[in-house]
């Protein structure tokens, strides 16, 4: 097609459409200007259609003209969208991937992933960053985003990575030295430490009906569930905190788990727009995988 073999007749009518000129369209496609002409005058007598209306070295677009662009226009782009996805499965990740965790403490939990992703695909490059709110973050502002409890934006696509449970736990050498509760009401006799969530309510703690358990005063809040976390494995009173922090000091014998009868699971999900690139797969892949295979 004199030198432009690439482009049918259709992907040249919707440049034409939206350069608005025959030479602007010339310009972008890289040919002749009586091309785009010749071309033109081939489609219309495909279709049977006028499309355009010459006036002068400008063009105006008839009605079937305007409608016939806006509709290649969706098509072109579903076109270019399946072309870049079967181009992608061949392809290596590689490139930047931006992540967004929550800057709650959790997040660290997942550092050990990250770095064997890192191992297994040297050339990507992880963008790692911290806030407060997922629900403040913009469409487009990251590649994959890290929200706990239920899905928010159902304009975006989830991949559950676990599900975590929230328990009760206190350090060891605060139950030697204030004795270990035998049951949810002997949990007043304790001292607490309180989180708050991200719009600074106090995070309760539940049963697995969803039921508040009577909380003991608190001897410290703070607005982190992780740094809660720390506080009473330094010793500073009982904590609701995530079994993802909590497992290895429970494993250890650092950290205790009480009342057992207490807790309440929610997912762990890695948020992202729909159609992710090869590189975005393979990240959800990798972290899954992960995860799963640490039970």
């Known amino acids: 097609m004199d030198g432009h073999s690439m482009l049918d007749d259709r992907a040249i009518f919707a440049i034409l459409a939206e350069a608005g000129s025959f030479a602007g369209a010339a310009r972008q496609l890289g040919v002749a200007r009586s091309t785009v002409m010749r071309r033109l005058d081939a489609l219309e007598s495909e279709l049977g259609l006028r499309l355009v209306q010459r006036a002068g070295r400008r063009l105006v677009l008839t009605e079937a003209g305007r409608g016939y662009a806006e509709a290649l226009r969706g098509v072109l782009r579903e076109l270019e969208r399946v072309e870049n996805e079967l181009r992608s499965e061949e392809a290596t990740p590689s490139g930047k991937l931006r992540v967004w965790l929550p800057i709650l403490g959790t997040s660290a939990a997942l550092a050990p992933a990250v770095a064997s992703f890192m191992d297994a695909h040297p050339a990507v490059v992880v963008h790692l960053e911290l806030g407060r709110d997922v629900r403040h973050l913009e469409l487009g502002a990251f590649d994959l985003a890290l929200q706990f409890g239920f899905r928010i934006n159902t304009e975006l696509a989830a991949r559950t990575l676990m599900r975590d449970r929230m328990i009760l736990v206190a350090s060891s050498a605060y139950v030697r030295a204030h004795g270990l509760p035998r049951s949810v009401e002997a949990l007043r006799h304790h001292r607490a430490v309180h989180a708050r969530d991200v719009e600074g309510k106090r995070i309760h703690w539940r049963d697995p009906s ?25 010793g500073a009173g009982v904590v609701w905190a995530p079994s993802l922090l909590a497992a290895p000091g429970l494993e ?11 807790w309440t699971e929610e997912p762990v999900n890695f948020v992202y727009l729909p159609d992710p690139t090869v590189t975005t797969r393979a990240f959800l892949d990798h972290m899954v995988a992960w995860f799963r295979a640490r039970g």
């Not at 250890?252 to 207490?262: A, D, F, N, Q």
């Open 210 to 234: 969803g039921a508040r358990v009577p909380m003991p005063p608190a001897s410290v809040e703070v607005n982190s569930v992780g740094f809660a976390f720390q506080l009473a494995r330094a």
């Open 252 to 262: 250890s014998g650092e950290l205790v788990h009480l009342c057992p009868e207490c």
